[in-house]
């Protein structure tokens, strides 16, 4: 099945820096989620971003939905330790029935 | 706070075994997913489901089976555990309530030996 294209597979970050992720697609999405995976645990989500150029935060994290729709962002401000995690983006195509399609996530780590 | 369950956190299996991973959400939510995630590979749709008694395979529903004869549960059926197997199995759930975004349960890290 079509993925979302994350990369790089793994970021490492100094406590206190900031950290931007990108997620691509060849496909126009109707919806774009974060998620993030702390290790041994489910993914948890972050932000959902419903509409085209949309910019929303959550506290120290901000996203924004692509205005091509083709595309999203995540970043963190002011990293610290517990930001560590395997970051996944999703989206939702157009017919697909509320089915996600995943990014393959990038692990963060975060040095103290 | 709602919820995703998963009856077990680790199994440990021995091969040609049949196992059964169940899943229960307290939302309502007609959707619900299996995955299974692996090193690199990210995320894997095996089986779905949008509504009770019906299923649709994902990207890889060879040596999985499912059943939904509850809304609020769904089980993973591995007829004759395998080896390649072993993985980190997680299920979610998804409504109308939630914007269709899923809300996963914790995973059931499953080893067959």
């Known amino acids: 099945g079509q993925q979302l294209n994350q990369s790089p597979q793994s970021m490492f970050i100094q406590e206190g820096e900031d950290v931007s992720m990108n997620c691509t697609s060849s496909?126009?999405?109707?919806?774009w989620l974060w998620y993030k995976q702390d290790p041994g645990e489910g993914p948890v989500l972050l932000i959902a971003?419903?509409?085209?150029?949309e910019l929303t935060s959550n506290g120290r994290l901000t996203a924004q939905f692509g205005i091509t729709r083709k595309d999203s962002f995540l970043n963190i401000s002011a990293s610290i330790p517990s930001d560590v995690g395997i970051y996944f983006c999703a989206g939702i195509l157009t017919g697909a029935n509320s089915k996600l399609t995943f990014g393959k996530g990038i692990t963060l780590s975060v040095r103290p | 706070d709602v919820k995703v369950t998963q009856s077990s956190r680790y199994l440990v299996k021995r091969t040609g075994e049949k196992v059964f991973l169940e899943c229960v959400q307290d939302m309502d939510h007609e959707n619900m997913f299996w995955y299974r995630q692996d090193p690199g590979l990210g995320l894997r749709l095996i089986y779905f489901?949008?509504?009770?008694?019906?299923?649709e395979k994902g990207d890889i529903p060879e040596g999985y089976s499912v059943s939904r004869e509850k809304k609020e549960r769904f089980s993973l059926i591995l007829e004759s555990a395998s080896t390649n197997q072993t993985s980190m199995y997680l299920c979610a759930s998804s409504g109308w309530d939630r914007g269709y975004g899923y809300t996963f349960g914790s995973g059931t890290r499953l080893t067959v030996v």
């Open positions: 496909s126009i999405f109707n919806t």
């Open positions: 489901s949008y509504d009770v008694k019906m299923k």
């Open positions: 971003l419903y509409k085209a150029g």
